[in-house]
């Protein structure tokens, strides 16, 4: 089976949201947020191509706009925003529309990318950055070994729950639940 790196961000979030897009497909509504997000990429790609790699640290890198990996060793796949190359290194970058720090299901979702990028080229990806699109700012995060185990272990996770088909627990962060497209569903949590 073939996951996507967004489901690992969607696991870091909250458990169940992935439960139920694997469950009942098409169930949840798309919120404002998330359809604004989309337009907002579409429009930084555009005024990527004239910012300098000076924020990146990989001046002279090639950059590869929404790029399609799957490995099927790692039973995962994904588009990426951005691919930073190098002759013997590679970054990934992934454009949010958020004004918050990263957050833990960011760092899934760069290491998930990160594996791919490295199954796929053969090239070793030492960061992974968050462009965080309202402000312009760019956040630098490790892509070190500890992550690269976490999202193995999370997609061991994922598949249980996908295969055996039991409810995981919802995010203890309750105020995300607020603006879930699931939120009728957990009727445990309201």
């Given at each position: ?42 429009m930084i790609e555009q005024l ?8 990146y640290g990989l001046e002279g ?105 039991v409810l995981p627990e919802p ?20």
């Amino acid at each position: 089976m073939i996951l996507r790196v967004t489901d690992l961000k969607q696991w870091g979030y909250c458990p169940r949201v992935f439960f139920y897009q694997r469950r009942m497909p098409g169930a949840g509504k798309q919120t404002y947020k998330m359809g604004e997000g989309k337009t907002a990429q579409d429009m930084i790609e555009q005024l990527e191509m004239r910012r300098t790699l000076k924020e990146y640290g990989l001046e002279g890198a090639v950059r590869r706009f929404g790029v399609w990996f799957e490995n099927e060793a790692l039973g995962l796949g994904g588009k990426l925003d951005l691919l930073l190359e190098m002759p013997a290194e590679a970054a990934v970058v992934e454009f949010k529309l958020t004004s918050g720090e990263v957050m833990h299901n960011h760092r899934l979702q760069l290491g998930g990318y990160s594996l791919l990028v490295e199954a796929e080229t053969g090239k070793t990806v030492k960061r992974g950055f968050v462009y965080r699109i309202p402000d312009g700012r760019v956040f630098a995060v490790a892509i070190e070994d500890e992550l690269r185990t976490e999202v193995r272990r999370t997609l061991e996770g994922m598949r249980e729950v996908t295969r055996d088909g039991v409810l995981p627990e919802p995010t203890p962060v309750r105020n995300r639940c607020e603006e879930c497209e699931y939120a009728n569903f957990c009727g445990d949590v309201w």
